[in-house]
């Protein structure tokens, strides 16, 4: 699968539509509080004003309700804003989605001029994929770039509708896309060995399929965080309270079974930090998982599992991670997750992170600068590694026949 990249395109001067991920978290007042996503596009959209395109922004931005259309919490009028800080250049907020005002607009750019468009799914075409929808948002413009990689799993009207609407030679990836695509791709198909995968989070549910498709590939997997409690108990643990999956139970066994057989060493926590609820001001243990109270849970790994997962991760050439080592949004439950990143941090291995909440720690932890890599989609990213074809990345790549 090669990708159709922007540079093969002939742009000049023409309206481009840019699909982008706009998707940053706002505070309760309605301020960005990680504009990296928007600072990932600018190269896209740079690319675009130097060739004097009339450039079309579309994003979505949260899940508006239906009924609950055109809420302002939803709106992207706070990216315009920071676009145009960091654009220094003004943008023009358009009042809707596919409006009659809005298409006359896009019709009468200048070159170099930017509207963004209102959050896509403000239209319910945009999560139905409805092609009446991607017609309008299509008679926008000539060109059509994906930039969007962490909506790129979804069949969603501007990811898979609208690229339908442009022929070849008038649709392609944007930078951002293409990066995240071919890091991926590349660390899958040839790692640097020894490659390592680093998995955490709350569930396995949500992971299963990328970790039966990542143990055929790696070298070692480090499991941590909630998730860890459904393959300890497979091993047969007390586990106490903990977070545990027991329909996965099975699933959690095959894995450990398929990675003795490949000879992938297995690393699991060997101690945690315990407490008799999930909060933050009760009193904890730290305890070797032999010895988890019957009514207690464990909310991160403990002081042993970190030395035993910085030794494992010792000779790693390439690391993959992606889920907290325990519940890091609690401070007396973070410091597994900030010590992991920290380890992978001052590894010399080519580091790529994944997941919304991945990202977040290594930058509470201040490791953001130390990664190789740090993907925008959490489950883009996630799908890549199950081997799927995202509909997106589809959308934008060369047909072999
Ligand atoms: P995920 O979305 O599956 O990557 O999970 C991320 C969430 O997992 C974070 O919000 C963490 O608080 C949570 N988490 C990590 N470790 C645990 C644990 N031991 N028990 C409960 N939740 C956890």
């Known amino acids: 699968m090669q990708l159709y990249s922007i540079k093969e395109l002939d742009i000049d001067g023409k309206r481009v539509l840019i699909r982008c991920d706009f998707n940053v978290p706002k505070d309760e007042f309605g301020n960005i509080t990680d504009d990296r996503r928007i600072r990932a596009a600018l190269p896209t959209i740079r690319y675009c004003i130097d060739r004097d395109c009339k450039i079309v922004l579309a994003s979505h931005f949260g899940r508006p309700k239906p009924g609950a259309w055109n809420e302002e919490k939803d709106s992207l009028k706070p990216v315009a804003k920071r676009l145009k800080s960091l654009l220094k250049k003004e943008i023009i907020m358009a009042d809707n989605v596919v409006g009659d005002d809005t298409i006359a607009k896009a019709k009468e750019l200048e070159g170099g001029d930017i509207m963004l468009l209102e959050n896509l799914r403000y239209n319910p075409g945009e999560t139905s994929n409805d092609s009446e929808f991607a017609a309008r948002l299509a008679s926008m413009a000539d060109i059509y770039i994906n930039d969007a990689f962490g909506a790129s799993h979804r069949k969603h009207a501007s990811i898979f509708a609208l ?45 299963l399929e990328a970790m039966v498709n990542l143990v055929e590939k790696v070298d070692k997997l480090v499991i941590g965080g909630g998730m860890a409690f459904t393959f300890l108990k497979a091993l047969g643990y007390e586990i106490g309270n903990s977070l545990v999956e027991e329909d996965l139970i099975d699933d959690a066994t095959k894995i450990m079974q398929r990675a003795k057989e490949l000879n992938v060493k297995f690393y699991l926590p060997v101690d945690v930090v315990v407490a008799p609820e999930f909060s933050d001001e009760v009193p904890v243990k730290f305890l070797p998982i032999q010895e988890i109270p019957s009514d207690w849970m464990g909310l991160d790994v403990g002081p042993a599992t970190n030395r035993l997962f910085r030794e494992a991760l010792n000779d790693a050439q390439t690391i993959l991670w992606n889920g907290p080592m325990g519940v890091y949004e609690m401070d007396k439950y973070s410091k597994g997750s900030f010590m992991m990143s920290h380890y992978i941090a ?56």
């Open 346 to 401: 001052e590894s010399h291995a080519t580091t790529i992170v994944g997941g919304g909440d991945t990202a977040d720690v290594t930058q509470r932890a201040g490791d953001v600068d130390e990664m190789t890599f740090i993907s925008t989609g959490g489950g883009a990213s996630l799908e890549l590694l199950e081997g799927k074809l995202l509909p997106g990345v589809e959308a934008v790549s060369k047909k072999i026949s």
């Open 163 to 207: 690229p339908e609407h442009f022929s070849e030679g008038k649709k392609a990836a944007g930078f951002l896309m293409q990066k995240e695509v071919t890091f991926f791709d590349k660390m899958i198909q040839k790692p640097s060995r020894p490659f390592i995968a680093v998995v955490g989070g709350s569930k396995v549910s949500g992971k």
